[in-house]
């Protein structure tokens, strides 16, 4: 870390009489670099819109804060929004994104607003222009997600696009031993019309958990034209991730939770592993039928593979930390397609209508087997949290399906048909929304224990109606109101030996949300809060009362109120924040013989907040310094809340330093995440185990980028 200051220090002392006679381009590019959240994006059926417009809560990351943080993943990028937290899966490497206290799988985040097209389990950010988040159900706007959550909001990345012309290379650093390097190239040509861009990134080595290796390469090329009356484009990427020696997640098989391990710690095995790859692109076409008519089109496809052997950990002393391990080996390959069309329409003036009609469908299908590897009488291995014994992997135990060719386990397929009217009033002061989408979900199970015979079919249908209004009362002020509702494909019990109905699909689920709220600028900052009620049916295993076995089921509902402030903006000249808070009241309703009654949510933490700053220090041209505080309250850890997880806070710093070389940026960057080292469980957020995520230790970040 000195040898990475001292050249900051050096970098900076060189560069100082280039910027005296050439001013204008570092400032130029210390403008571009700011990190930024906007109050806008893609809400499905009702087009891209701005925040102040919609009775819905909806915010964009931008490009800059991606390339200035260097974040490894996706969950990392949102670990700048107040209002979510991110978690694991269980059994694998696929993030998990909590918000308003309920998951939002990674195979339901949305691509240029199609589902099942972006990558599974672990997003690499750098092909992205921009993240949106959208807090709060969706059903209506982006329909039904496949995987069969995101009820508690949605997140949609937009793929980079030709702007303007640009030529960068950046290398990079990451704690402990993580290099790598990317490229983006844009060009327009002729009149502007049409557009280019070409982009890509790879990445190699250990990070700052002991013995974690993480490898990543990607590669986007964006097409896009321009014309009178049509736009069309076309978007493909490939990403390939692999990850050795992933530290695993905890499971607590004790009646008190375990002292959290050093910050670096990894209790992983060196054999556990993770490889995946995608093939991905989106083509979209948009045609002006009149001055106040657009259809639209829009069709993705996504080839996915992956395989991995992932690691288990089981907590059987938590003063020793004396544990249980096991294995899990899955290898599993995806075909997603989807396309969506629609038709806009703006009429009226005293009066103003916009008529949102259209429809999309999506086809999924999921080949996998798995093998359990848990060793004679599934007794796993012995082995400990904070001294962990290297144990070799553990002969199978439960096979299901063919592992050397995997036949289908699930086809879905979803379509839905959707109209809306967005009604404007008194010079669109007062704008109320009104829409219905009928949503239909066919999900065929085939059975893994017999070749892959039909087990089970259900085609169910539903109609989730949104009614919204905004009110404007003065310039910059928004006030919103909300009903609407959330659909989701029934949940999957995880495979596991120990429950009785291992890998069954449930009867989908409808979740209503009530909100209302407001937004507002002050100056250079925008700010939003809300007030929220969501119910949901609950889903969890319960012993079956013979043995250990258990059945996993839809037992009572959830039911979560919470509260949310949000804001981003410049507050004085070259001072810039991104922050906020949320707290969620996420309690146990009708519940199964009243069983936990009123209990508090597994993994939801009863408040988060977030402050992000950024100044630009004008009295040393082009420096800029940079800080973050992320806060996380309590967490049960089971739904009985016999167990615990203390809140935690971690702070991060940095720096950025724009000079010029001739007339050309370079931009060097430094920061160190979790600068105090602390040890934190992150997250108790499980679908079926009570299983604790460790924090990320302390992580320095370094990267030099030049424009060219």
Do not use: C
Not at 103 to 124: H, K, M
Not at 543 to 567: A, D
């Amino acid at each position: 870390m000195k040898r990475l200051i001292l050249a900051t220090v050096s970098l900076a002392a060189i560069a100082t009489p280039a910027l005296a006679q050439d001013d204008e381009v570092v400032i130029q590019a210390q403008r571009e670099n700011a990190s930024a959240v906007t109050g806008e994006g893609d809400l499905g059926a009702l087009g891209t819109k701005k925040a102040e417009d919609v009775p819905f809560t909806v915010r964009s990351y931008n490009e800059a804060l991606i390339l200035n943080q260097q974040p490894l993943t996706l969950g990392a990028l949102l670990e700048n929004d107040p209002t979510i937290r991110t978690t694991y899966g269980f059994g694998n490497a696929s993030e998990q994104f909590v918000i308003r206290g309920f998951q939002l799988f990674g195979d339901d985040v949305g691509l240029n607003g199609l589902y099942g097209i972006a990558p599974r389990q672990l997003v690499a950010p750098e092909l992205f222009e921009s993240v949106q988040v959208l807090n709060g159900a969706s059903a209506f706007l982006n329909g039904a997600a496949p995987g069969g959550s995101g009820i508690g909001g949605s997140v949609n990345l937009q793929l980079k696009r030709a702007g303007r012309d640009l030529n960068r290379a950046t290398a990079s650093y990451i704690g402990d031993q993580h290099f790598g390097g990317s490229f983006d190239v844009a060009r327009r040509f002729g009149d502007g019309s049409f557009g280019v861009r070409v982009n890509g990134a790879f990445r190699s080595g250990d990070v700052a958990v002991e013995g974690e290796f993480r490898r990543t390469a990607v590669l986007g090329a964006a097409f896009d034209w321009r014309g009178e009356r049509v736009r069309a484009s076309l978007d493909l990427g490939y990403q390939r991730v692999e990850v050795d020696g992933l530290r695993p997640k905890v499971t607590v098989g004790t009646a008190v939770v375990p002292r959290v391990p050093e910050a670096d710690a990894n209790y992983a095995q060196p054999w556990t592993y993770t490889d995946m790859r995608d093939v991905f692109g989106v083509a979209r076409i948009e045609y002006d039928v009149a001055d106040n008519a657009m259809v639209y089109a829009s069709a993705g496809a996504r080839d996915g593979m992956e395989e991995g052997i992932y690691g288990g950990l089981t907590i059987l002393n938590a003063t020793t930390g004396a544990a249980n391990g096991n294995a899990l080996y899955v290898p599993r390959t995806d075909n997603n397609e989807a396309i969506e069309a629609g038709l806009r329409v703006k009429l009226g003036q005293a009066v103003t209508h916009e008529f949102n009609l259209g429809g999309n469908i999506a086809w999924q299908v999921n080949r996998n087997a798995f093998d359990f590897l848990y060793g004679p009488g599934f007794a796993g291995f012995a082995t400990n949290l904070y001294s962990p014994t290297l144990a070799a992997i553990p002969a199978s135990a439960f096979v299901g399906g063919d592992l050397n060719d995997p036949f289908p386990i699930s086809r879905t397929r979803l379509w839905s048909v959707y109209a809306s009217d967005t009604a404007g009033l008194f010079d669109n002061r007062l704008l109320v929304t009104g829409g219905l989408r009928l949503q239909s979900i066919r999900v065929k199970a085939y059975n893994a224990y017999n070749g892959g015979l039909l087990d089970s079919t259900y085609d169910e249908s539903a109609v989730t109606p949104v009614v919204g209004v905004v009110v404007k009362p003065v310039a910059g002020v928004s006030l919103f109101a909300n009903r609407i509702e959330g659909l989701q494909q029934g949940p999957t019990a995880p495979i596991d030996p120990l429950l009785v109905n291992s890998g069954e699909v449930l009867a989908p689920t409808k979740s209503v949300q009530y909100e209302v709220g407001g937004k507002v600028r002050i100056g250079g900052i925008d700010a939003s809060l809300a007030l929220f009620q969501i119910d949901l049916p609950s889903a969890y295993a319960v012993p079956t009362g013979t043995g250990t076995s258990q059945v996993y089921g839809l037992f009572g509902k959830q039911r979560n109120r919470g509260i949310e402030l949000s804001f981003a903006g410049e507050v004085a000249s070259g001072l810039r924040l991104i922050g906020g808070g949320t707290v969620v009241d996420a309690k146990l309703r009708e519940t199964l013989g009243g069983a936990n009654e009123g209990n508090r949510a597994q993994g939801v933490p009863e408040y988060t907040a977030n402050l992000n700053a950024e100044w630009d220090m004008g009295f040393v041209p082009g420096l800029t310094l940079t800080g973050r505080v992320v806060h996380t309250g309590p967490q049960a850890v089971n739904i009985a809340n016999t167990l615990e997880l203390d809140d935690w806070t971690r702070f991060d710093v940095g720096a950025r330093y724009v000079f010029a070389a001739g007339d050309k940026p370079l931009t060097l960057r430094f920061g160190v995440d979790n600068v105090a080292n602390a040890r934190y469980w992150a997250s108790a957020y499980d679908a079926f185990s009570q299983a604790l995520l460790q924090g990320a230790p302390r992580t320095v970040r370094a990267s030099l980028s030049v424009d060219f």
